[in-house]
């Protein structure tokens, strides 16, 4: 589902990114002049004046955004595009000897929520004794971002109650993954998707199948209270419970009139509860509906927890049997597609820009770098890898925190030299070739909370890149790592990049990149396009950020060599 084309190169990207500054900064003058002449001067058309270079990419931006509800469907999306620029899977749990050689495209997945790409460039050197100077071969120059944003998950229990039903409405629970601005939620279409295990049953053998599934329909809904239900103080104080005020409502509880009976797993004899506590349900209900539904046919009581509506919807979806169901991942998506926005169409609204934003350009990056012939003089491996959990402070098995980066390092060295000297002294000289970008969105200054920023570091939208530092180390950039990028930023010809630094009287975020250097020791810098909203259902950032990002990424890949190796470290 959401199957992407291929993306198409587009090479002249820097040019079109000037294009687009100078256009709109000469629609700004003119703007400004004409209402202070108030002359009659017409003014540019926003339509003539369009960005259009910048909304091709842009457009398939977009596509990759609601093609990702979820960051199972972000690392399939991903891996659609991946494949259609040749990179083969490489299986877990086999040795890499043999399998990864200089030229290749390979990549891997864990838990099926995080991804690993690399690409080999043609001329590592595969000798670990390394040439006449010693050289012991490549290193590793990595894009990382992060899959996740924070959403509502559907509860394990997925049934609210014995019953599922509360003052008529058939609700489902669910709980909230990560930092969101849950305010956003209310009132907004939402569907569900994410995975589901499927139990099948082919001949004699049963297995366990993963499933991707995607209801992109408005099946439910968080509703505000209505204003005339409020005090003046309580809309003053407005105050989201998460546990209370968050449930959304899937159906309502007139079922005959609306479902029928197709519905088989409704219990006809359920009370309409308009009790205010749902601590008083009467369990003697749930266990009478218990006996006729379908949990006969499933072993571990699971499916009797579950909301029966759901179970059914997701089987109509897949394809199955509501008993096959075995469990499933669910989290909650607006699907309002993304929009590009603004009188000259230099905005992308959209759900998660942070951080498919970064997840996009790096994967788009790393299928140019292949694409534009850039292997045939890489003496490195390009990769990017993308994790899950960072919204909730990466330490899983599949987070930042975890020992991914460091265990592939190892790995795909391992492999790639031929002989048998390779040791860890070898690794180590690796670890220290290399390099993280590590992205992951930025905070552009608010027009109506200017004074939230720092009054030296205020990135704007559509002003480039943003290099974030923290002397505290919640950022990993370093004078030399910041200045390693501003150089390959000015070799390419992109705008110099933005600065941001938090407030000292305000609390700083943190993201992948200390986590990434602390665990493996390879440096990093963090940076990331400018946006607003962030952690909003629904976000905002400047389509000539899209442009300039990739350019920068891929500048990263093609001339990280030759500018670190002039550096002192
Ligand atoms: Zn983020």
């Not at 909370?449 to 919640?474: D, W």
């Not at 000292?504 to 990331?528: N, V």
Request: charged letters at 25%; glycine letters at 8%; one cysteine or more.
């Amino acid at each position: 589902m959401g199957r992407m084309r291929r993306l198409v190169t587009s090479s002249s990207f820097s040019l079109q990114c000037f294009w687009f500054l100078l256009c709109a900064a000469a629609s700004t003058v003119f703007v400004a002049h004409g209402l202070a002449a108030s002359s009659g001067t017409r003014l540019p058309s926003p339509m003539t004046a369009k960005t259009a270079d910048h909304l091709p990419l842009a457009k398939k931006a977009m596509e990759y955004f609601d093609a990702s509800p979820d960051p199972f469907h972000a690392v399939q999306t991903s891996i659609d595009l991946l494949e259609s620029a040749g990179f083969e899977e490489l299986a877990d749990g086999v040795s890499y000897k043999g399998k990864v050689v200089p030229g290749g495209k390979y990549y891997f997945t864990r838990n099926k929520s995080t991804l690993v790409a690399f690409a080999v460039g043609n001329k590592v050197v595969t000798n670990s004794d390394g040439g006449d100077d010693g050289d012991t071969g490549f290193g590793f120059k990595v894009i990382g971002g992060h899959t996740d944003s924070p959403n509502l998950k559907v509860k394990p229990r997925s049934k609210r109650g014995t019953t599922g039903v509360k003052a008529g409405s058939r609700q489902i629970g669910v709980e909230c993954y990560g930092g969101g601005l849950w305010h956003t939620w209310f009132d907004r279409d939402l569907g569900i998707s994410g995975r589901v295990l499927v139990r099948c049953n082919d001949d004699s053998t049963s297995s366990i199948q993963q499933r991707l599934v995607k209801l992109d329909r408005a099946i439910l809904r968080v509703p505000n209270l209505a204003i005339h239900l409020q005090t003046a103080k309580d809309r003053e104080a407005f105050k989201v419970n998460k546990e209370d005020h968050l449930s959304p409502i899937l159906a309502m509880e007139a079922k005959k009139s609306l479902t029928g009976a197709a519905v088989s797993n409704l219990d006809e004899k359920e009370d309409d509860e308009s009790d205010e506590d749902e601590d008083e349900d009467d369990d003697s209900d749930a266990d009478e509906s218990n006996s006729e539904n379908e949990t006969a046919v499933e072993e571990d009581g699971w499916t009797e927890y579950q909301e029966p509506l759901l179970l059914q919807l997701l089987s109509e979806e897949l394809g199955v049997d509501t008993s096959d169901i075995a469990d499933f991942e669910l989290n909650l998506f607006d699907i309002q597609k993304a929009n590009l926005g603004g009188a000259f169409s230099e905005f992308v609204h959209s759900a998660r820009l942070d951080n498919l934003a970064s997840c996009f350009l790096a994967v788009q990056a790393l299928v140019e770098h292949v694409n534009d012939g850039c292997l045939d003089d890489d003496e490195d491996i390009s990769m990017i890898v993308l994790y899950d959990h960072e919204e909730v402070g990466s330490t899983s098995a599949v987070g930042a925190a975890s020992p991914i980066m460091g265990e592939a390092v190892r790995r795909i060295s391992a492999a790639i030299h031929s002989d048998s000297n390779s040791n860890e002294d070898t690794l180590d000289a690796t670890l220290r070739k290399s390099f993280v970008l590590s992205v992951d969105q930025a905070h552009a200054v608010h027009p109506n909370y200017a004074a939230k920023h720092e009054i030296s570091h205020q990135p704007k939208m559509n002003e480039g890149m943003v290099i974030k530092r923290n002397s505290n180390q919640r950022y990993a950039t370093t004078a030399v790592t910041g200045f390693l990028i501003r150089e390959i930023a000015k070799r390419a010809g992109l705008p110099p990049v933005q600065e941001f630094i938090v407030r000292q009287d305000c609390g700083c975020g943190s993201t992948i990149g200390p986590l990434i250097s602390s665990a493996t020791g390879i440096r990093a810098i963090d940076m990331g396009c400018p946006q607003l909203s962030m952690h909003s259902i629904r976000e905002t950032m400047g389509v000539c950020d899209l442009t300039n990002g990739l350019a920068l990424f891929k500048a990263f890949l093609q001339h990280f060599r030759e500018v670190d190796s002039a550096v002192e470290q």
